[in-house]
């Protein structure tokens, strides 16, 4: 090794290690970026955005039984039953929020946006089947879209899905398969709750 | 010591021969000082270490676990404690269960020449330095013995690198002390100290330029022998996953940990003894200080904060650059470091025997080097203002978070 | 006989077998490396992998056009617009589509976001891998405001899901713009000028990343590499010049090409600078790309369920690793009937099997993280 190059080589190391330095020490008197959620945080300012892609939530008011976005999933998450007796009736409308990889293909091809992305992303929850969710209780009739009046939705966002997570009762039985959701859209045990 | 000890037995009027029992209890109170303020600094350190790596990176380090997480410490460590003891079926049992303790030992055992006031040292060695760079070979064979016990091949690899370096990286540190011993002409760190002055222009750091260059090398060399970035391949974890303390768990792990972070403390210090005046005040000297105790403890004080303003230093260098490979830490030792610090001697020598032949030189000299100096921190903190200009984040000065 | 009792077979008398699991710091991901070893210097690093094969291809088989394109995110998570706009493109060329220019605007300010927020994970990994973990945390800070930008616009930061056959899905409104307008004046030239102070000019970088695995130009080539790296050992080819698509023919950027900057050419260090430089390009690109903005719809009037002509067509993008490519053949009905990806990190691992011969041990991680190479990509 030459001498240029060796004088070269300790000069180089200095003066980078020094510019270096002085960049970190810079760093260490600015303010940190962290957001030290949940109780530290700016709570005026929205965490998420509005466009945010949370869990599902399905304002039944406004659902017109039409099954779009049950084709629109691409992996068939949603089922939803319609009878067709003497008038058209919702008897089922699962969606399995675990499963869900929460692409929004669903939520594009409702017409009245009764499915709709909530801003809700903390649902943790202790037991899988707390997150198959079901929306029908009892049959309900399908919202008839008319023309000219606009379409309200009638619940807040994320509070409607916030509370079906937690207020869902399960026995804590031993994992088995659930044909619950089966039976009940089978169209035999109409709408009942076992 | 043992007159000290006789005269205090005669005013109690006890037999002159339990002066050893004295003694013994003298060196065991000191012994309890230097472990329990070796280990209070290696867990305060680790927190205060991550504070400050969490600043620089934008983020805040820990800080729920107590006042601003300040009990993160105590909390690893007691969880560490807690941890099952595992020791791998096909290791060599004895040596897999010693290795951290003679690292543990190497690093305590430079605790007992440093003098943190003119009377608070463990022995005045009149050989401090030698015993100090001759203890610190414990730690190789402690990590020889780690690497090998664990009986996997990784922790072979980092066993060895990390002898070869410590063994490779004394002596710079050798070399680069004996600059400084050769003007002042003595082996012992207290008489080390008193021969400094007390204002920053007369620390030996600013005698001649070869010390000037030899504080840097030693800190550089001293950084290679206590594994600490950028030198620290053998517990790097992206290409060894921790070489030799891999197969480690619970308090043998922590073990290492502690020594590494003591012998920041140890670096620190040696480095405030031998270049930067140690305990000396400004302006007061060396019998002034040492009758009274008000400023013996102020000498205490100022030795801890020169130390630990070293230990940022070594924080910060940590979390700025990257690692070097083996062979060109190698290379940065026996191509670069031993032949400069080599000649420095020399230069040193020679420069010494100026100053007494002409003595106005050692004033010129003294007062040009403490202008670099000064030049050189005005031109840092110069960047650092051109680097918050730069960029549109504004400087944000509280600590708590 | 397994992959260890073959190699035990090969291996020379001084050798070891070291084994680089799939659980490692410091791959990317999930691939394991088997590394014959005399000594410090290597002799081969046999990659092997399928740790992370999850059927992609053949999940294409029974899915509908409109809904593969969130699987096709998950092929690359960290570039998943490219993934998205190749597939996209390739079945409107299929449909004969013609693509509103709004909506090719804003796929390419899509496309150049992602690309930035992309080289910023490839070069702080590296970087982190060296040994220096602060520019990996600035880089993640920078991203941040990325992933916020494409929050407010398709409602995900990971995995977007944007566009759609015909166009995108959602529109931005001049609240996006001022957002990426702020990103762009602290982005360029701001950041880069102290990332470049605080790690591409470090001497311990650089030495250790200059002449370590230098791929000439004619190995580049055999090797089949693309991307940063093909243009980092010194060919200047880039789809988006020489084999245009979208609405790049009409936006003015330079293609940054490796010379050597402080070694050989196509060494380690050409591929760190190469990417640096690429970022400060699409700074350049997003800037005329919002300026010129025209207005109008986002998407082409598509039927509803897509059901392309019998054909195949071969769709290539310009992505963050290299030429992401989708060769799709459709038989009529509204699944496709192949789909086959074409990634640029598969073609790398050959190249890092034959060059990691010679290296250190130490240097196959510098390799690895200079490749750009994500796990999924290459097991799709």
């Not at chain 3, 980092?232 to 940054?256: Q, T």
Request: aromatic share 12%; hydrophobic share 45%; proline share 4%.
């Amino acid at each position: 090794m030459e001498i240029r190059e060796y004088l070269e080589n300790i000069k180089n190391s200095v003066v980078s290690i020094f510019e270096g330095m002085a960049v970190t020490f810079s760093w260490m008197l600015r303010r940190p970026h962290t957001v030290q959620y949940p109780d530290r945080y700016d709570k005026s300012k929205p965490l998420v955005m509005n466009r945010f892609r949370g869990i599902l939530e399905v304002d039944l008011s406004l659902c017109t039984a039409c099954q779009a976005c049950q084709r629109a999933c691409p992996i068939g998450i949603i089922s939803i039953n319609v009878s067709k007796g003497v008038e058209r009736l919702i008897t089922c409308f699962d969606i399995d929020a675990s499963k869900c990889m929460y692409c929004g293909l669903c939520t594009e091809a409702c017409p009245t946006s009764a499915i709709h992305h909530s801003n809700e992303f903390a649902f943790s929850v202790d037991d899988i089947r707390k997150l198959h969710l079901h929306f029908v209780r009892e049959p309900v009739k399908p919202y008839k879209p008319q023309k000219d009046v606009s379409v309200e939705s009638s619940i807040i966002k994320g509070e409607l899905i916030l509370r079906m997570i937690e207020q869902r009762e399960m026995p804590y039985a031993p994992v088995e398969k659930d044909n619950r959701r089966e039976e009940r859209c089978s169209g035999e045990n109409k709408g009942e709750i076992k | 010591m043992f007159e000290i000890s006789n005269k205090i037995l005669e005013s109690l009027s006890i037999s002159p021969h339990y002066s050893i029992v004295v003694v013994i209890l003298v060196v065991f109170i000191y012994g309890l000082f230097a472990l329990t303020f070796g280990a209070l600094f290696a867990g305060i350190t680790s927190w205060y270490e991550r504070r400050i790596a969490g600043r620089m990176q934008s983020r805040i380090g820990p800080n729920r676990v107590g006042f601003q997480g300040f009990w993160q410490w105590l909390a690893d460590g007691l969880k560490c404690w807690f941890k099952e003891d595992i020791i791998p079926k096909d290791t060599d049992s004895i040596l897999f269960r010693i290795a951290p303790y003679l690292v543990f030992t190497g690093v305590l055992c430079t605790f007992v020449v440093i003098p943190f006031a003119p009377s608070i040292i463990g022995a005045d060695l009149n050989v401090g330095l030698v015993y100090l760079i001759a203890i610190t070979a414990l730690v190789v064979a402690g990590i020889l013995m780690a690497g090998w016990a664990s009986n996997s091949k990784w922790t072979l690899l980092g066993g060895i690198r990390s002898a070869a370096q410590m063994i490779s990286y004394e002596i710079p540190v050798a070399l680069s002390l004996i600059v400084v011993v050769i003007p002042a002409g003595t082996l012992s760190l207290q008489e080390i100290i008193k021969n400094q002055g007390g204002a920053p222009y007369n620390w030996y750091i600013f005698h001649n330029p070869a010390t000037f260059i030899a504080f840097f090398i030693y800190f550089t060399a001293a950084l290679a022998e206590g594994n600490r970035t950028p030198f620290d391949l053998p517990e790097a974890e992206s290409e060894l996953v921790a070489g030799y303390n891999t197969e480690y768990s619970g308090m043998r792990f922590l073990f290492f940990l502690f020594s590494e972070w003591m012998n920041l403390y140890v670096i620190g210090a040696i480095a405030t003894t031998v270049f930067l005046g140690g305990w000396r005040i400004p302006l007061v000297s060396y019998e002034v200080q040492s009758g009274s105790l008000l400023l013996q403890f102020a000498g205490f004080i100022i030795f801890l904060i020169k130390a630990l303003i070293l230990v940022n230093v070594i924080i910060w260098l940590r979390w700025t650059l990257p690692r070097l490979r083996i062979d060109q830490l190698m290379v940065m030792c026996y191509k670069y470091m031993v032949p400069i610090s080599a000649s420095l001697t020399v230069v040193s020598l020679l420069f010494t025997v100026l100053y007494h032949k002409v003595v106005l030189l050692q004033i010129v000299f003294k007062f040009l080097l403490f202008a670099l100096g000064v030049f050189i921190s005005i031109y840092f903190a110069f960047r650092v203002y051109y680097n918050i200009k730069n960029f549109p984040d504004k400087t944000y000065l509280k600590w708590m978070i | 006989m397994t992959l260890e009792e073959r190699l035990n077979k090969v291996k020379g008398e001084n050798e070891i077998l070291l084994n680089m699991g799939p659980q490692h710091p410091s791959t990317h991901g999930v691939i394991r490396f088997v590394v014959r070893a005399d000594g410090e210097i290597m002799v081969e690093a046999l990659p092997v992998v399928g740790y992370l094969h999850r059927g992609i291809e053949k999940l294409a088989e029974i899915t509908p056009y409109t809904g593969f394109i969130p699987y096709t995110d998950r092929v690359d998570y960290l570039a998943s617009m490219f993934a998205n706009h190749a597939f996209v493109m390739g079945v409107e060329r299929l449909l004969g589509i013609q693509v509103p220019r709004r909506a090719e605007y804003l796929r390419v300010i899509a496309s150049e976001l992602n690309r930035i927020a992309s080289h910023l994970i490839a070069l702080g990994s590296m970087a982190m891998d060296i040994g220096a973990f602060t520019p990996f945390l600035h880089g993640i800070r920078e991203r941040e405001l990325i992933n916020d930008i494409t929050e407010m616009m398709c409602g995900a930061r990971l995995t977007y899901n944007y566009m759609r056959i015909g166009g995108v899905s959602n529109d931005i409104d001049d609240q996006i713009i001022k957002k990426i307008n702020s990103f762009l004046d602290r982005f360029y030239p701001g950041f880069i000028d102290e990332f470049n102070r605080l790690i591409t000019y470090n001497e311990i970088l650089v030495k250790r990343c200059v002449n370590i695995a230098t791929i000439s130009a004619e190995e580049a080539i055999n090797f089949g590499l693309t991307g940063p790296n093909l243009r980092a050992s010194g060919i200047k080819w880039d789809l988006r010049k020489n084999m245009s698509y979208s609405v790049y023919p009409e936006l003015k950027f330079d293609i940054p090409v490796g010379e050597g900057f402080r070694g050989s050419i196509g060494d380690s260090y050409d591929r760190f600078v190469v990417r640096v430089k690429e970022m400060e390009e699409s700074a350049k690109i997003l800037r005329q790309a919002i300026k010129n903005l025209p207005s109008g719809e986002i998407i082409a009037k598509v039927p509803r369920r897509i059901k392309p002509p019998q054909g195949e067509v071969y769709s290539a993008v310009e992505s963050a690793r290299g030429e992401l490519g989708y060769y799709i053949i459709s038989d009529g009905s509204e699944n496709p009937y192949r789909c086959k990806i074409r990634t640029g990190s598969f073609s790398a691992m050959k190249a890092i099997h034959i060059k990691s011969q010679g290296c250190f041990i130490a240097d196959l991680v510098v390799l690895i993280a200079s490749m750009d190479i994500v796990a999924p990509e290459i097991d799709r």
